[in-house]
T-cell receptor, first 115, second 120 residues
Framework: EAGVAQSPRYKIIEKRQSVAFWCNPI?????LYWYQQILGQGPKLLIQ????????DSQLPKDRFSAERLKGVDSTLKIQPAKLEDSAVYLC?????????????FGEGSWLTVV | AQTVTQSQPEMSVQEAETVTLSCTYD???????LFWYKQPPSRQMILVIR??????QNATENRFSVNFQKAAKSFSLKISDSQLGDTAMYFC?????????????????FGQGTRLTINP
């Protein structure tokens, strides 16, 4: 079974530029997550989708961050304009959510450096 | 809101030794799930072990075991016979069972992590 795929793996941009990250979850996984992990900290949930609907985006900085999962499969996270404090690893994860406590599987992450 | 606290930013042990990583959490719920994830330098989160709060028996997975103290809201990870490949960041995470009421609402809340180094 293929894992959660993310691209690009690494990106360096200047502040005020824009960037987009792509995620393809494990086949059949209805729930998709985007987490932000700043160096030295634990991951923080940015947005959570169930199929193509948003379940939780309470911690997404909506003035600069946006995410979509139009067909309920792959997803794109966009940052525009980027700030220095957005430098982090962006982790995508997915889960079946068919029963309680389903395991959440993570991709390898997209590393963003804003200079 | 639930919170997860890992009070040991870094730990270091010799290969083959046993090491215990600490985790405490805060919740008003009685049913939930707890996890330990390993994050090597590649940054991919890998599930190490999980515990269901309504099960009194501590979970074990080969060299990994937990000490789950529900009343104390403590969930420590013990790694026996540590190996060089165990070197990584370790994250404790909480998942509410109450979110089952909402389809697709289950999520993980992570602690700050413990950097574990196994020395040869």
């Amino acid at each position: 079974e293929a894992g959660v795929a993310q691209s690009p793996r690494y990106k360096i941009i200047e502040k005020r530029q824009s960037v987009a990250f792509w995620c393809n979850p494990i086949s059949g996984h209805a729930t998709l997550y985007w987490y932000q992990q700043i160096l030295g900290q634990g991951p923080k949930l940015l947005i959570q989708f169930q199929n193509n609907g948003v379940v939780d985006d309470s911690q997404l900085p909506k003035d600069r961050f946006s995410a979509e999962r139009l067909k309920g499969v792959d997803s794109t996270l966009k940052i525009q304009p980027a700030k220095l404090e957005d430098s982090a690893v962006y982790l995508c994860a997915s889960s079946r959510q068919e029963k309680a406590g389903n395991t959440i599987y993570f991709g390898e992450g997209s590393w963003l450096t804003v200079v | 809101a639930q919170t997860v606290t890992q009070s040991q930013p870094e730990m270091s042990v010799q290969e083959a030794e046993t090491v215990t990583l600490s985790c405490t959490y805060d919740t008003s719920e009685s049913n939930y799930y707890l996890f330990w994830y390993k994050q090597p330098p590649s940054r991919q989160m890998i599930l190490v072990i999980r515990q269901e709060a309504y099960k009194q028996q501590n979970a074990t997975e080969n060299r990994f075991s937990v000490n789950f103290q529900k009343a104390a809201k403590s969930f420590s990870l013990k790694i026996s016979d540590s190996q060089l490949g165990d070197t990584a960041m370790y994250f404790c995470a909480f998942m509410s069972r109450a979110t089952l009421l909402i389809q697709g609402a289950q999520k993980l809340v992570f602690g700050q992590g413990t950097r574990l180094t196994i020395n040869p």
